[in-house]
């Protein structure tokens, strides 16, 4: 077999360990993780990689060497009703390309880890694993709960973790060499080139809000059109907006993604309409205008048809560039293995955000069908896994 086919089979037997026995979810610290650690576990040991878990709970395999540590990874927690190939790929494909380069004497350590949350599915915390490699775990993280009202640290404490010693699990960036990444693209643009693989040039920063109308609630049969103040019809005319704001705008993202209408009755005019908004960029200044553009138009509507905006910010995380030096050294990998080196942004957010605050990082991206991800349909070609496993080895080998 193939080492790619090996990747694939492996990819699908972690796909049934899950949580739910008709659909894959594998939250943080869970019974089906450690499952799954198992199984990984031993894939690393497989490939001569010395197993431990750090106290965040963390899976890592080391592969001892003079000099600096390269880490690769990727998570192994999943989405509700996921795939199989976001997160365990990066994980499986370090692990298998290591495999084969096991009699190869390489002048630097490398670890794989496995990080224990990407998603932040139990507990609402995206990047928890790689934030506390990262030296960057919150510790009030530790007191939140989830649906079972299972706190953070009792889960950590039974899944084999210490949550007394998070800051343990940090690595320091002067050991280190550079964090690189293998995932699935999650998009269609890969597709679109024709390309097995590509190299992230940026992860794109993003900006959360909460955003209502709140107009007067009324009844459909007796209030005439021009005395309404319609919360959704105002919400309507901005999501319209929305979309024509951020095509302007070369490269922008923007997603209304739920909305809740109150009272929401066939015979009520709307009385308020509450959204949600995701504005994404490479460029942060581009962003940021984006979203001045947005509030703009919302008062502009909510002044005109004479309703209350309330704008609620939820947050922003700035754009994380990869390293120029690795993304090169990736690119002559992706030449030398026989490809056009395709340099695309990440409109996902990935563990790599959290490693650069420690280290230079590069992400290699592999063609998946029709960009589809976070679903079952999930796929990726096991030529282009093989491409993916070339070009690593490659650059494993250059680094050198
Ligand atoms: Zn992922």
Known sequence: MSTAASVLERCAALGRVSEEPERLVRRYATPAMREAYELV???????????????????????????RTLVLGSHLDTVVDAGRYDGPLGVLAAIAVLERMWDRAL????????????????????????SAVAGRFAPAWLALADDDGVTMADALRAFGGDPDAIASAALRGEDLLGYVEVHIEQGPVLERRGAPVGLVTTITGQTHAEVGFLGEAGHAGTVPMNARRDALAAAAEWIVAVEAVARRRQGTVATVGMIEVDPGARNVIPGAARMTLDVRHTSNAVRREAIADLRAEAQRIAASREVELDWDARGETAAVPTSPDLADRLADAIEAAGHAPERLASGAGHDAVAMAALTEIAMLFVRCERGISHNPAEAVAEADVAVALDVLERFLGDLA
């Open 41 to 67: 576990g031993g894939w690393m040991r497989d490939a001569g990689l010395v197993v431990r878990e750090d106290a965040a709970g963390n899976l890592i395999g080391r592969r001892d060497g003079p000099g």
């Open 107 to 130: 002048p630097y350590a490398v670890e794989v880890i496995a990080f224990a949350d990407e998603e932040g599915v139990r507990y609402g915390t995206t990047f928890l694993g790689s």
